[in-house]
């Protein structure tokens, strides 16, 4: 069998196995429908261009195979042509670019409207805090956590009594209302993923990252750690909520605030000063 | 003498400066006119012993060899826990031995060996050593001593890093990055003693290769023979040249950043490691950058990539040449593609950090300057096929291994589109794309390039050629089968799989990848298991392979045309061939054979019409 | 030979895309180990570029404060603090090393065997007096309480890129005080001057080992610019 | 190879006079660095002053005592080239860092 008949069956191949894959996206679910058609078009314009070169690979390999004698060509150089490809590949490129810088600067420029909302990280779980009635969350510092202030919360911070605290690793969002995720990472580098909102970033300990979306269609997602983080990371999964605007408010009404949570454990610790005053 | 200056002196006219035009006018003498020697003869030590003629051997040709097997044995390892890793992901229950630590201990050294010890080395150590000397006329490296210590300093490389293997704790588990801060913290495997072995034996690697490559760089540079300019090189040298440029210039961030992260390790200094609780309990560091690593390590590891791949470049270009029996397209535009990569690629480095956390602003730079050497990618893949355009193509093995190199590069190549464009490779990123990707550019398509250029150089380096029939049955067998592997392999990263998972999980998305996952798991033992058609192949065809002769290829370059094949220390005998034109005289217009060798004195050749370009 | 030599050459840039198109080498004139050392020396300058950078990173990223340089390097003489005075000793020791080794390449090509030792041996004092400096720097500030892990007067990272920099700096000098010592015997020996083989090497033995003993010592003092600029003075 | 010694020599020789110069100049331009800290600039001055001293300094030292002057510009310009690189490296660092030193402040210090 001539071996152009096998490469031309790769290229019919690709091109048969990407037409009926049964492996595609994810039905997206959030706003960045704008990342899904650049990588479509980054698809039709690269797969042409694999197709095409292929194609002409294996044209030559059909008419040009050996032949005592056969009339080659001596052509060490042909500028124009060199000059053709070298603009059409520019403007290939640029057609890819363009859209993708577009995109790109939409994704790191968040809305004024959007809701924080800090994501903690560590070896292997995650927690939440979102801000309380204020909308903005208090400065914290990993050195700081203790068993007592679990988000390591500046006390000193007016800002950071209202937040609300989730120490579980199930987050409720709401629909159509755009989300800053801010992450932070107690010990290395994890990433906050969830394939359907298609965005993703690292959480880097040391540092605070962040980005956006928008969630648009109510359901549970999951959320896998995309950055390794250790031997536990293919586990290192978790939940995303997104419902709409009064099943949300119901959820957040029943979280603790951070000034709960202090409230909270002054009484234990009376109570336990109480109980020792009793045995003396 | 004058007249030598005042010619304008291009490089391709150079290369064919006498045509038909002038023969008029001039003696045969004058148009075979050369330079004379600008440098004495240089001065060789030959070995005498066993020790120093095989061992400590100072012939770069031996020491070629040695780096090349090496190598290869180094990427037999690669090879094995690639089958590992493979056969967890697809048959988990198969193998229950393997624990997670062990799956990532598998990845880490995969990735490292694969990439630094097998790929590089081979390439520059093994072809750069072999290759350099003869095709630009050299009698040997210009240090031949210091490249002996080169190869033994990669030995000990090498032997740190399988001693690794064997050390409390196994090797590191960090994946090939080795990002801290979690690659010197507990929770990653081999978090002591393994990642120190790591971070030494690769700072040995870069003391070891700085050696050899001091020496590639000056003995193109500066031991040319007479009659060779840099533009009638053959686009071998010029991908290995350009590559150890690259390497000399980004081997020492890797050194920092190993020094630096073995510094955090030992003594606790804080240069990646900010303030850390783990496990409840606040460590000693405080006010360091990870990301700093990262930038490092990348700064070190896009250049790499180009490392491994512009050798693959220049090679692919020759081998094509010859077998096509057509000069290579567009030489000049080749080498300033070659060289065009090899300046931007350290301008590209944080496109592998898009989601890293970086300074969000850096995305519109990397993406520009990544999208921006696409182009003279693109331009050399153009060439390629167009060589082949009105050619007369041999098919042998060789060939094969070139049009499969050409089909899995253009294939990683526009995937690298995908993943540079910054909106594109947020979703793309830290998944199963990225992977396939990869391994299809500069795991694949290099190695298409390799073995082809074994079936290549073969003859020359023993005398005898490879089985042909071996040979396509190899092609086949590897390029199909991997073909196969990472093709599909894409689509998982479209359904969104994270990379470096241990177990593919039960989310309901990803159930359908259980089949595509067994499915690559089996073409990748086939794959594996066909290397030994190779390995069977160069050993039978040592000592019954049919007697090669001399230039059993009818190839232009120098390295065909030493007084013995294979060539003997000292590569030229009594003198130095002399160099009349570039290496890509095929069928020649007016040329009695389809082939002018590099030594072709123009007044040999008076009816050609070589062509001034 | 003769249309070969460096003055029949054009000069400039014309010369330079004639060197670059031109057969057999293409930096004329300059010798296969000159060469590698510069070649080395470029490698050797991205080392340090990441040391610095990173250093860069390191000082501008930490929100802990970055201790004051003139007060902790100074020196009390007679009670009276004086900033930077140990430093800027170390500075002119090694300039003036730079300086006699400069000349020893000079008298090496005069060969001028007597001059060219005496002042490579100079030079090698030179270096070792700096490396004796930098000793007791970094006696006086352990004494003080500052590691590569901590450090008393703020940033962590004072005491980390201290170290590191000016110890990977000072194995410079002192690998190139022990070759400057052993290029002062093999001077004086005259094996510059019969071309004696090396004992590794084989090869035989050129003054123009001295330039490129010359260009690396040099390099090390290059490099003491940079630190000095942005780690004692920034 | 001996003309070329020769004309080494020839060059060599006549500078000494040239080597004295220029270490005279690299101890003045020290001194001139060392004043920098002794009179306590600060800001923009002391930093350029630091830079302008430093970048002469290392002129000096690589154009005569490493011969740069006198080579080729072939081997000049490979060398000198690959500096943008370092050059990029250490822009994008910079602006990498103070994008650190913003989060930190924001996030763990000032708030809002």
């Not at chain 2, 090879?79 to 990532?104: K, N």
């Not at chain 2, 470049?313 to 010859?322: E, H, K």
């Not at chain 2, 499969?404 to 294939?411: A, K, P, Q, R, S």
């Not at chain 3, 300058?45 to 040391?51: H, R």
Request: proline letters at 5%; aromatic letters at 16%.
């Amino acid at each position: 069998m001539h071996p152009g008949i096998i490469f031309l069956g790769v290229v019919v191949g690709s091109v048969l196995f990407h037409i009926f894959t049964p492996w595609w996206w994810t039905d997206i679910a959030s706003n960045w429908g704008a990342m899904d058609d650049t990588i479509n078009l980054t698809f039709w314009i690269g797969g042409g261009v694999f197709i095409l070169v292929c194609l002409f690979m294996v044209y030559c390999i059909f008419m040009f195979s050996y032949k005592e004698g056969r009339k080659v060509e001596y052509k060490p150089e042909d500028h124009k042509l060199e000059k053709i490809l070298t603009i059409a590949t520019t403007v290939g490129v640029i057609a890819l670019l363009a859209p993708g810088l577009i995109v790109y600067n939409n994704y790191i420029n968040t809305p004024k409207n959007a809701l924080q909302v800090e994501v903690n990280a560590w070896q292997w779980g995650w927690q939440y805090r979102l801000p309380g009635e204020d909308g903005i969350l208090g400065t914290a510092q990993v050195a700081k956590i203790t068993d007592d202030n679990p988000f390591g919360i500046n006390l000193d911070d007016p800002n950071g009594k209202d937040d609300i605290l989730i120490e579980d690793d199930v987050l409720h969002l709401k629909t159509d209302r755009p989300v800053k995720i801010l992450l932070r990472s107690l010990d290395v580098l994890h990433n906050y993923y969830v394939p359907q909102f298609r965005a993703k970033m690292d959480a880097i300990p040391g540092i605070i990252t962040y980005y956006w979306f928008e969630p648009n269609k109510i359901g549970e997602y999951e959320v896998l750690c995309a950055e390794y983080c250790g031997v536990g990371h293919y586990a290192m999964r978790a939940k995303v909520i997104v419902e709409s605007e009064g099943n949300y408010e119901n959820w957040i009404k029943e979280q603790e605030t951070f000034s709960d949570l202090i409230a909270k454990q002054e009484s234990n610790e009376s109570k336990l000063t109480l109980v020792a005053k009793s045995n003396d | 003498m004058s007249d030598e200056y005042n010619q304008k002196n291009t490089p391709l006219e150079a290369q064919s400066s006498e045509t038909m035009t002038d023969i008029s006018g001039t003696t045969s003498k004058d148009i075979d006119y050369v330079r004379p020697a600008e440098l004495p003869e240089q001065d060789l030590y030959h070995g005498h012993s066993f020790i120093t003629k095989w061992v400590f051997c100072q012939d770069a040709k031996v020491i070629g060899v040695q780096y090349f097997l090496t190598a290869v044995f180094t990427g037999i390892v690669g090879l094995v826990l690639s089958w590992l890793m493979r056969l967890q992901l697809g048959y988990p229950d198969l193998v229950p031995f393997i624990t997670a630590e062990h799956y990532y201990q598998f990845v880490t050294m995969h990735g490292m060996i694969m990439v630094v010890y097998f790929l590089t080395a081979l390439f520059l150590g093994g072809f750069g050593n072999y290759l350099i000397p003869l095709m630009v006329g050299a009698r040997d490296m210009v240090f031949p001593y210091v490249n002996m210590v080169s190869f033994w300093m990669f030995f000990i490389a090498v032997c740190v890093l399988m001693a690794s293997f064997f050390v409390p704790g196994g090797p590191t588990g960090a994946g090939w990055t080795l990002y801290p801060p979690q690659a010197i913290l507990p929770g990653t495997p081999g978090s002591n003693m393994g990642i120190i072995l790591m971070l030494a034996s690769l700072s040995l690697f870069v003391i070891g290769f700085t050696m050899g490559g001091l020496n590639y760089i000056i003995t193109i540079l500066q031991a040319r023979t007479r009659g060779m300019t840099l533009m009638r090189m053959p686009l071998t040298i010029w991908g290995i040249f350009t590559a150890t440029a690259l390497a000399m210039l980004a081997f020492p961030a890797l050194l920092v950043s190993c020094i630096m992260m073995t510094l955090d390790k030992m003594l606790e200094t804080s240069f990646f490691m900010p303030a850390i609780i783990q496990a409840g309990e606040v460590l000693d560091y405080g006010g360091g950058s990870p990301v700093l690593f990262q930038h490092l390590f990348w700064f070190f590891g896009h250049p790499e990539v180009y490392i491994v791949a512009l050798p693959a470049f220049g090679i692919v270009s020759d081998l094509i040449s010859v077998h096509a029996r057509k000069n290579i397209f567009g030489y000049r535009m080749m080498v300033w593609a070659i060289v065009g990569i090899g300046g931007l690629s350290f301008f590209v480095w944080a496109h592998h950090m898009y989601v890293s956390g970086m300074n969000p602003w850096f995305g519109f730079f990397f993406a520009t300057t990544t999208l921006i050497i696409a182009v003279p990618t693109a331009l050399k893949v153009y060439n390629w096929i167009i060589t082949l355009f009105r050619a007369n193509i041999r098919m042998n093995t060789v060939m094969l291994f070139c049009l499969g190199f050409i089909v899995t590069f253009v294939n990683g190549g526009i995937t690298g589109i995908f993943l540079g464009n910054v909106a594109v490779d947020i979703p793309l990123s830290d998944t199963y794309f990225v992977i396939a990707h990869f391994h299809m550019v500069m795991g694949v398509a290099p190695l298409m390039v390799i073995m082809g250029a074994v079936y290549h150089w073969f003859p020359l380096v023993t005398g005898r050629m490879l089985s042909e029939k071996l040979g396509k049955w190899h092609f086949w067998f590897t390029f199909l089968g991997a073909y196969s592997i990472y093709f599909p392999m894409h689509y998982l990263g479209f359904i969104g799989v994270p990379r470096r998972y241990f177990e593919m999980y039960d989310s309901p998305y990803v159930a359908s990848a259980t089949g595509m996952n067994e499915f690559i798991t089996v073409a990748a033992l086939i794959v594996g298991f066909a290397q030994f058609i190779f390995i069977y192949n160069i050993v039978t065809s040592l000592s019954i392979g049919k007697p090669a002769g001399k230039n059993p290829w009818k190839a232009n370059s120098l390295e065909w045309l030493t007084p013995e094949v294979p060539p003997a220390h000292g590569n030229w005998g009594e003198k130095l061939p002399v160099i009349h034109r570039w290496p890509y005289d095929f069928n020649v217009p007016g040329a009695k054979e389809d082939y002018i060798t590099q030594t072709t004195p123009p007044s040999e050749v008076m009816s050609a019409e070589v062509e001034k370009t | 030979m003769s249309d070969n030599s460096l003055n029949n050459l054009p000069g400039g840039f014309k010369g330079m895309s004639h060197d670059m198109g031109s057969d057999q080498t293409a930096f004329k004139g300059a010798q296969w180990g000159k060469v590698m050392m510069w070649i080395f020396l470029l490698s050797d300058t991205f080392i340090f570029s990441c040391f610095l950078i990173s250093y860069m990173k390191g000082r501008t990223s930490t929100v802990v404060d970055w201790p004051n340089t003139s007060e902790v390097f100074s020196l009390h003489v007679g009670g009276v603090p004086v900033p930077l005075l140990l430093i800027a000793i170390m500075t002119f020791v090694l300039i003036t090393s730079s300086g006699t080794m400069a000349l020893a390449v000079k008298y090496g090509y005069e060969r001028n065997r007597k001059m060219c030792g005496w002042l490579i041996l100079a030079t090698a004092i030179g270096g070792l007096t700096f490396v004796g400096m930098q000793v007791f720097e970094w006696s006086k500030l352990i004494h003080e309480g500052v590691r590569p892990w901590e450090n008393p007067f703020g940033a962590k990272q004072f005491g980390s890129f201290f170290f590191m920099i000016t110890g990977f700096h000072g194995t410079h000098v002192s690998i190139g005080v022990i070759f400057l010592f052993i290029y002062a015997r093999k001077v004086f020996r005259g094996d510059f001057d019969n071309a004696k083989r090396g004992f590794f090497t084989t090869m035989k033995s050129d003054y123009v080992a001295i330039e490129i003993l010359g260009l690396y010592w040099h390099f090390v003092d290059l490099v003491w610019v940079f630190i000095f600029a942005f780690f004692y003075l920034w | 190879m001996d003309e070329i010694q020769k004309k080494k020599q020839a060059t060599s020789t006549h500078k000494l006079g040239v080597y004295l110069w220029i270490w005279g100049l690299l101890f003045v331009l020290s001194f001139f660095s060392y004043l920098v800290d002794w009179f306590q600039f600060q800001g923009l001055l002391r930093h350029s002053l630091i830079l302008i001293f430093m970048f002469l300094k290392a002129g000096l030292i690589m154009a005569f005592f490493m011969h740069l002057y006198w080579e080729r510009y072939a081997l000049v310009s490979v060398l000198l080239w690959p500096m943008t690189a370092v050059v990029g490296f250490i822009v994008l660092m910079a602006a990498e860092a103070k994008y650190t030193v913003f989060t930190r402040l924001l996030y763990f210090f000032i708030g809002g």
